[in-house]
């Protein structure tokens, strides 16, 4: 969808078209649970936060600035709501976090690219993860990620180096030791 027609159908969403709004976040909701998949603790809290984002994107389009990108604008949405849901849980779990229930740390990687992801949500900590996963799987510019995630560019540059080189310490680590054993 490009810029003029997602712009059309937001003013139709705010002047009151489900219609619109529908058609405006179908392009959204597979990339909103993708992302929302590594942030939440079940696939099942994934869509709930999903629902949620939807909801409230809905309920507070009229809040939308146009500054931003529409997209911007949805997965900060989305991070608050992925957040207040882990907070939720670590209070019924009595702050108890349970890395084995990790849905991403325990699907079996079958590809180069899900082992760095995998190797990313062991690797770094949940908000320069999301940073990465914004830019590398999203695609979504420094000023995007820096706006979702209420962070500077300073600080959005600076993790995403960091992430990078951990990750290509922490992978460079395991070839070395899968080449010694192989």
């Not at 936060?49 to 949805?74: E, H, I, K, M």
């Not at 190797?119 to 999203?138: M, P, Q």
């Amino acid at each position: 969808m490009d810029e003029c027609d997602e712009q059309d159908l937001i003013e139709a969403a705010k002047a009151g078209s489900a219609d619109a709004f529908a058609d405006l976040v179908r392009s959204y909701r597979v990339r909103l649970l993708r992302f929302l998949m590594t942030r939440c603790a079940s696939h099942a809290d994934a869509e709930d936060a999903l629902q949620d984002t939807l909801v409230a994107s809905y309920r507070y389009l009229n809040s939308y600035d146009p500054r931003w990108r529409f997209s911007t604008w949805l997965y900060r949405i989305a991070i608050r709501n992925a957040h207040k849901m882990q907070q939720d849980k670590l209070v019924e779990l009595g702050d108890l976090h349970d890395e084995e229930s990790d849905p991403l740390l325990q699907c079996i990687a079958s590809s180069e690219t899900e082992n760095l992801w995998v190797c990313a949500r062991r690797v770094l900590n949940d908000e320069v993860f999301a940073a990465t996963w914004l830019r590398y799987a999203e695609d979504m510019s420094i000023n995007d990620i820096s706006q979702a995630l209420d962070r500077s560019t300073s600080w959005t540059k600076v993790n995403l180096l960091r992430a990078r080189k951990a990750l290509e310490s922490e992978l460079n680590g395991q070839r070395q030791g899968a080449e010694a054993y192989g």
